[in-house]
């Protein structure tokens, strides 16, 4: 039985969570879910690390920084700390970073959120137990959250 770890945040304004647990379910079985949610997304790094200490086979690093310099700067620095322990733990931590200003909206906001998370859920399913899903889309311009824009002609 494969282990999934979900590292998600009290600072983001969305249960994504919830939505990559459900889009999960909807995909396949053959896992079990491990979660660990702390303040900020600069902890998501030290999460995703205990979280693969713990036994999970992958990890996916929910966070919704805000829209402000200094959430950039800290989106920027949290980004780098989960590249260095999935490096330093050969191990992947899909990153999903939704940013407050990417929408116009709120309601566009939650949508991005949910789509987002749910496009990734897949991925990291795809990582787990179907590989091949991923080399078929290599080079067709896949988006998380938004339309995919296709491949170069």
């Known amino acids: 039985m494969k282990k999934i770890g979900i ?8 249960d994504m969570y919830k939505s ?3 889009e999960l379910s909807k995909t396949g079985t053959g896992y079990d879910i491990k979660r660990y949610t702390v303040p900020g997304i600069k902890d ?9 200490d713990e036994g999970c086979d992958i990890v996916i690093a929910l966070g ?12 920027d620095q949290a980004s780098k700390a989960l590249l260095y322990v999935e490096i330093k733990t050969d191990t992947h931590i899909i990153e999903v ?11 566009e906001l939650m949508k991005l959120a949910d789509n987002r998370a749910r496009e990734h859920a897949v ?9 091949e899903r991923l080399e078929e ?3 067709q311009g896949a988006r998380e959250g938004y339309p995919d824009v296709g491949s170069l002609r």
């Open 20 to 22: 990559v647990v459900d």
């Open 97 to 107: 970073f939704v940013h407050e200003d990417e929408a116009e909206d709120e309601k």
């Open 44 to 52: 998501l790094a030290i999460a995703s690390k205990k979280l693969i």
């Open 123 to 131: 991925n990291v399913y795809d990582l787990l137990f179907r590989p």
């Open 64 to 75: 919704m920084p805000g829209p402000e310099p200094i959430d950039k700067q800290c989106a």
């Open 137 to 139: 889309k290599a080079g």
């Open 7 to 14: 590292a998600d945040t009290t600072f983001a304004r969305y």
